[in-house]
């Protein structure tokens, strides 16, 4: 018999490296190995398509953008001075910040970037290379802070539309725009997403809408997206996605939005292929007025395992409705499995790349999701790259007790946090049910905190639940007790770092969080359930009785569930701004400093994986996955788009 050989396999690295307030890290993509040929090409071609419609966010991002982009481009390539001073340096830096923010403005503040090095050095630059007449045209916008500050100004009291950065207008107010957009005064059936795929501009004194199209506006990009869309169309995964497809195709060539309401309706109702794709003009955060869409897409493959794991719960679902700890009153008595898409990332784009989201639900058209619903999609193998790469950081030591805690949460923290999410997405929304006459709006401001709450407290008491060894999604306990260490440390600590000295919290998942772990906490605290120690200064949290603590997670989960099935407003604001609001202003001090000492910087995004075909007598027999590992590099390459 033979032996199987231990292959040695170098761990991966997830973060590539840090500048300003930005860490890089990358995906991998293992389902991408198990997929057959066919599906392979699929990923290729779709990966081109989500490729080929950066330049279009660009230019939806600010009107200078793309021009300062392709100098940046050049001054890389081509420069033959020093490129060792600390002037060239801080322009690098420079253009990083904007190749990461696709565009001169910081992707999550929207603050305008200023260069590092100065406007001599610059115009130097420019003369060295044969071009000082661009000094003029560019020295405004990138030097000048007061000049198109902002990307997105939401301020009441200004005219947002003026006050704005963004390049969705053109020489049009605000109040234009929005008699402009005004709904009809008889509410449509089907409405369509009035404004959401033009420019609007106005032109001797007339408004009109300069249409995203092949032919329209932004009409070599588009023609480059839907070239690679038509050569997908066979490698599709059914007849549907291929009808999908087509349809996007067509409103690609048309920009008519009913087009892209059908698209979005098909889109939806696929759930089959181990292939998905987003491709088009979707998210509005861009514009102030919430009407016009940046471009964006990402390309995903089912992670089988995951949906193995999402399968067994929908599955039984109503088990778990029945065993919950909370008063039959408030159970439903038939529940309806919602199966959320587990998947891993294979490409990202526009909007999506490099910072992306970690799950998407869509589509955004109110009246679709009320007729038809949504597809929900979570991208499995980017929360893995986060966990990771934190785990890589030095937090993780920093803040966990013991070494005990360190090693249940490297060998089971992954798998911890993603079964969590598993339980909170598919399970814990969707379980309880209200009173009669009771809806939601009862409990006004603190509704989304209690809500998630309550899908955290089902995924806590669940997880450490012998069922679920049963069932085989988790291989022990001892994955539950690594998401409670994780859970506490993160409620009661680890997500102050996010938080400025002095300010309270805001966020409603960051409320619900600190509710929870201060709430067992104090209640199990004369029983010495979770013990607060000080060592050498620092304070850490210490869970003494994971079985009484799963106890405590029950007892609040039943409070919440009435809270919210009874409407009673006064007992969730008495329990929010009791628990998960104020901070203990030492402690936050303390977290502060242990994190700044770590070096750890808040933002993060990623370098896309390369897909190469293999070609043989003009047939693809083979499409080979890369893991390249510099962000300059990818970007560079993908001026060529
Ligand atoms: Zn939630």
């Known amino acids: 018999m033979i032996q199987k050989q231990e292959e040695h396999k170098p761990e991966f690295e997830y973060l590539t490296e840090q500048f300003d307030d930005i860490r890089i890290l990358r995906y991998q993509v293992p389902a991408f190995e198990s997929l057959t040929l066919r599906e392979k090409i699929f990923v290729y071609y779709l990966s081109e398509a989500a490729l080929a419609g950066r330049d279009i966010l660009w230019d939806q991002n600010n009107c200078y953008n793309l021009q300062i982009r392709r100098l940046l481009e050049r001054i890389i390539r081509e420069y033959k001075g020093d490129r060792n001073t600390a002037e060239f340096q801080e322009l690098l830096v420079y253009a990083k910040k904007v190749f990461f923010a696709n565009g001169i403005h910081h992707h999550y503040s929207m603050d305008k970037f200023l260069p590092a090095f100065s406007r001599a050095y610059f115009r130097d630059i420019l003369i060295e290379m044969g071009i000082p007449e661009v000094f003029e045209d560019l020295e405004r916008v990138m030097f000048d802070p007061d000049y198109m500050a902002k990307r997105v100004v939401l301020d009441e009291g200004k005219d947002l539309i003026r006050a704005s950065a963004n390049h969705y207008y053109v020489n049009v107010t605000q109040a234009e725009v929005e008699a402009f957009y005004r709904s009809p005064a008889v509410p449509e059936e089907c409405p369509v997403s009035r404004g959401l795929n033009s420019t609007l501009v106005k032109e001797n004194g007339e408004l009109k809408e300069l249409v995203w199209k092949v032919g329209g506006k932004y009409s070599a990009e588009l023609s480059r997206v839907v070239g690679w869309l038509e050569k997908a169309i066979p490698y599709a995964c ?15 060539k048309t920009g008519n939005l009913k087009l892209f309401d059908e698209y979005s309706i098909e889109w939806l109702q696929e759930v089959e292929a181990p292939i998905d794709f987003i491709n088009g003009f979707i998210e509005v955060y861009g514009d102030p007025l919430a009407y016009k869409a940046s471009w964006e897409s990402v390309v995903e493959i089912v992670d089988r395992e995951a949906g193995e794991r999402t399968r067994k719960l929908a599955e039984n679902a109503l088990w778990f409705e029945q065993q919950a700890p909370i008063d039959e009153r408030f159970k439903k008595t038939e529940v309806k499995g919602v199966v959320a898409r587990v998947m891993q990332v294979a490409m990202l784009g526009g909007d999506c790349h490099p910072a992306t989201p970690i799950g998407i639900n869509l589509p955004n058209a109110e009246w679709i999701r009320e007729r038809y619903g949504s597809k929900s999609v979570t991208l499995d193998n980017i929360t893995c790259a986060y966990d990771q790469a934190a785990r890589d950081s030095g937090g993780l030591d920093e803040f966990a007790a013991s070494e005990e805690e360190i090693r249940l949460a490297r060998e089971y923290g992954s798998l911890g946090s993603s079964v969590h999410t598993d339980l909170h997405e598919c399970l814990g929304h969707g379980s309880g049910k209200m009173l009669p006459g009771i809806t939601t709006e009862a409990l006004r401001n603190y509704y989304s905190t209690i809500e998630e709450a309550r899908a955290d407290l089902f995924a806590l008491y669940y997880i450490m639940d012998p069922k679920l060894v049963e069932l085989g999604i988790l291989p022990s306990a001892d994955v539950a007790r690594a998401e409670y260490n994780s859970y506490i440390r993160n409620g009661l600590m680890v997500q102050l770092t996010r938080v400025k000295l002095g300010d309270r919290l805001e966020e409603s998942h960051m409320r619900n969080r600190q509710t929870i772990a201060a709430w067992v906490y104090e209640k199990g605290k004369d029983r010495g359930v979770i013990e607060r120690l000080e060592k050498d200064g620092k304070t850490f949290f210490v869970i003494r009785d994971f079985e009484t603590l799963r106890t405590l997670f029950g007892d609040l989960l039943a409070e919440v569930q009435r809270i919210k099935s009874e409407g009673d ?27 700044e000492r770590l070096g750890i910087v808040p933002y993060a995004g990623f370098i896309n994986p390369v897909y190469t075909p293999v070609e043989e007598n003009g047939q693809i027999v083979d499409v080979r996955i890369a893991y390249p590992a510099d962000f300059l590099t990818q970007m560079m390459e993908y001026a060529g788009y």
């Open 238 to 252: 059914n007849e549907r996605q291929q009808n999908v497809i087509r349809l996007l195709i067509d409103y690609y």
């Open 569 to 595: 407003y006064e007992a969730a604001r008495r329990l929010i701004e009791t628990y998960g609001v104020n901070i203990d202003r030492r402690l936050h001090e303390e977290v502060l400093k242990r994190y």
